[in-house]
């Protein structure tokens, strides 16, 4: 196990004036055994900075430490560290085990040391049974067990998985997120995972890193990320559905937007006619008769079974609403949005940060 150390990471490609900054001085640590997530859309930088960790990428600038040693001129293979890649990368003319085996013998390993590392990780991943099977004979899900069992058998310091769950279907992604969950619980090695869907980040992480283009813009739990966003960024990434967010102008009481006046807490501080960013959650908001808080439009109504989604209209803006168990609404009625008044995030309209 160790800890990691990322210190003012800087990153370009191409050189002189077809250079393009991806990454723009990012700085962060995370603590012996942690399992934090990094975040955010596609082209934001997060899988390259888990290349330059890996040695996989040149570092333009900074230094990256591994258990407080620099790294950045050391090879990939003296990192001790192991990848668990989004397409597997399984060598096809070997067996499972062949596979899971490959990196002990080009060290040159005890057969019997090997043949122990390897039973052991198949039977953490339930794979015994898979040795002798080809990688083509596997399902997706059994791949990617066999990729893990893989890096697993190294028994390295720190654990990279580059969006490893992408190529899996719906199902078989929110089992293998238990699976490498519990394996981290069991094994407590440091780990680093990219992603672009804060779900995962939400379920798996002890921290989460959200990146977008090229910086960080906030680090903590999921759920100081989900109750505290440090900005509009941040608050439209993290949930499912995002957050509702309505641009309007700080009134006595609350804040005007889309023809309406909305609640806030009575402890907020807001300067009369302030741009605001006026953010709820779709979990936040509960259906009353018309007349009853703010008047909205039914447009759609979603029944899930435990839950039912309504995307609704008020004036130019559509919202959506998350109610537990079923619903009589229809579509067109005409219904009252109550709004939790504690659980309104407001953000300047200017700077977009929190307010």
Known sequence: ???????????????????????????????????????????????????MLAGLEEITGGEISIDGTVVNDMESKDRDIAMVFQSYALYPHMTVGENMAFSLKLRKADKSETDERVNRAAKILNLDALLHRFPRELSGGQRQRVAMGRAIVRDPKVFLFDEPLSNLDAKLRVAMRAEIKALHQRLKTTTVYVTHDQIEA??????????????????????????????????????????????????????????????????????????????????????????????????????????????????????????????????????????????????????????
């Not at 990012?26 to 390259?48: A, M």
């Open 1 to 51: 196990m160790a800890s990691l150390n990322f210190n003012n990471i800087q990153k370009s490609f191409g050189a002189g004036k077809s250079e393009v900054k991806v990454i723009h001085g990012i700085s962060f640590d995370i603590t012996d055994g942690e399992f934090v997530v990094l975040v955010g859309p596609s082209g934001c930088g997060k899988s390259t900075l888990l290349r």
């Open 202 to 355: 939400m379920t798996m992480a002890d921290r989460i890193v959200v990146m977008h283009d090229g910086i960080v813009e906030q680090i903590g739990t999921p759920l100081e990320l989900f109750d505290h966003p440090q900005n509009l960024f941040v608050a439209q990434f993290i949930g499912s559905p995002s957050m509702n967010v309505l641009k309007g102008t700080a009134s006595k009481g609350g804040v005007t937007a889309e023809g309406q006046q909305w609640p806030v807490s009575k402890a907020t501080n807001l300067v009369d006619s302030q741009s605001i960013y006026y953010g709820i959650r779709p979990t936040d908001i509960s259906i009353g008769a018309a007349g009853e808080g703010v008047p909205a439009k039914v447009v759609v109504v979603e029944p899930t079974g435990a839950e039912t989604e309504l995307l609704v209209q008020v004036g130019g803006s559509q919202l959506v609403v998350v109610l537990h168990g079923r619903t009589s609404v229809q579509p067109d009625d005409i219904v009252g949005l109550v709004i939790k008044t504690e659980k309104v995030h407001l953000f300047d309209g200017q700077s977009e940060k929190r307010l």
